[in-house]
């Protein structure tokens, strides 16, 4: 909550962003969170009835994840932090099968899309944080509102690695990698009205909503801390919190950097509105003492986990960065030709086709789970080594017959030979 004197300082800033969201931590972690489109079984075209999927605080999954909603209804599951990829897929796929067999009893299956063509579901989760935002975007966009409920995605968490030049890597070759990611796993071309002119509609919304959170934080020239601390200080303040039921949208500009030094009427920032104010921005990377990979639609199973293993592995691994590090190179910074072309995009098409064949090499060279590795190389097979990405599926069954949302997720444990 604000003070009623200044606080804080930029170089303040600076240490939180040090300590807290780069400083040292375990490595070897792996994390996933899926978020899924829920649909009513007898009427998939409906919205999912109010109290029919889980709500906040339901009880974890047999294998540890969390299960939260979205504001518009998605349905999101994330694993405990665990030690390598092959485990984090298993817990993930373990809770995804209870979750959707419970579901399923319910008349709700879950659907791997990264947007929600149906028409705009009313707001599912109420609370001061999503009523405050909801204002905010309200106040200067549309696809702030639209973002909150018509998106799902893929995010992957990795850690930062032992020391200081580690998370340096990682911080850079994720953003390297964040468009290709983006690109071959394009799972979102439908909008209102049929096909959208995106292979990623997610990933198109996102970057329409107030680009001082959500556009990318990296900078050649400056180092991962200084990077983040000035993305943190330019952003503006979405909300200010009075108290624990009072959270006040700020609906004209103020930076960061700009309460800090002139305060607000309803005072100034301390260190905790600080972590909280980090908590509402949204690039394709954000670090929080590991790296939250965010610019992934939502894909069904197992695509999923061809997702987690590429990403993992070519921040991670420094021979499988090394491989595909030329081919990523000119794609570098290419966010909207992602979303628009997929893997239409000739340097997109290329550098997907180099991070599999890296990733694949380095899956076996690791003792990556058969399962998983699986799933890789029948994505790069069906997808990337054709230059293909699931949207153009999409596109192919609305062109035969108009279908607008795929089935659901059967969540079976896939295995090829």
Request: hydrophobic share 40%; charged share 25%; proline share 9%.
């Amino acid at each position: 909550m604000p003070s009623s004197r200044s606080t804080l300082t930029p170089d303040d800033v600076r240490d939180f962003v040090d300590d807290h969201c780069f400083g040292p931590a375990p490595d070897g972690r792996v994390g996933v969170e899926v978020e899924w489109l829920p649909i009513d079984l007898s009427h998939p075209t409906r919205s999912v009835p109010a109290g029919t999927v889980p709500v906040p605080g339901t009880e974890p999954g047999p294998a540890g994840s969390r299960v939260t909603l979205e504001p518009g209804g998605q349905v999101e599951l994330s694993t405990p932090p665990l030690r390598g990829i092959g485990p984090a897929c298993a817990a993930l796929a373990a809770d995804a099968a209870a979750l959707g067999h419970d579901l399923a009893e319910r008349g709700v299956g879950l659907v791997g899309l990264g947007y929600d063509p149906r028409p705009a579901p009313p707001r599912r989760v109420e609370g001061p944080r999503y009523n405050a935002m909801e204002a905010y975007f309200d106040a200067q966009c549309a696809a702030g509102r639209t973002m909150m409920r018509a998106t799902a995605a893929v995010q992957v968490n990795v850690d930062l690695g032992p020391s200081g030049a580690t998370a340096e890597k990682r911080w850079h070759r994720a953003h390297d990698l964040g468009p290709t990611l983006a690109a071959a796993f394009a799972n979102s071309p439908l909008g209102d009205d049929g096909p959208s002119g995106w292979r990623s509609k997610r990933q198109a919304v996102w970057s329409d909503v107030d680009s001082c959170r959500t556009s990318t934080a990296d900078n050649v020239d400056v180092d991962c801390r200084e990077a983040w601390a000035r993305y943190a200080l330019d952003a503006r303040v979405m909300l200010i919190r009075r108290d624990a039921q009072r959270y006040v949208p700020i609906l004209e500009p103020l930076s960061f950097a700009e309460w800090v030094a002139a305060g607000h009427e309803l005072g100034y920032p301390t260190l905790a509105d600080l972590e909280y104010h980090l908590t509402t921005l949204f690039p394709p990377v954000r670090p929080r003492g590991w790296l939250e990979l965010r610019m992934i639609d939502s894909l069904p199973d197992p695509w999923w986990r061809a997702a987690v293993a590429v990403a993992v592995t070519l921040v991670v691994d420094d021979a499988a960065a090394a491989a595909c590090a030329d081919a990523l190179a000119p794609t570098r910074g290419l966010w909207r030709e992602a979303a628009r072309h997929g893997l239409d995009h000739p340097q997109l098409a290329a550098a997907a086709a180099a991070c599999f064949d890296s990733a694949l090499e380095a899956l076996s060279r690791l003792g990556t789970d058969a399962a998983t590795t699986a799933a890789v190389a029948a994505f790069h097979e069906r997808y990337s080594a054709r230059g293909r990405c699931p949207a153009d599926d999409r596109l192919a069954e609305w062109a035969a017959d108009g279908t607008v949302l795929p089935a659901a997720d059967r969540f079976l444990e896939l295995t090829w030979v």
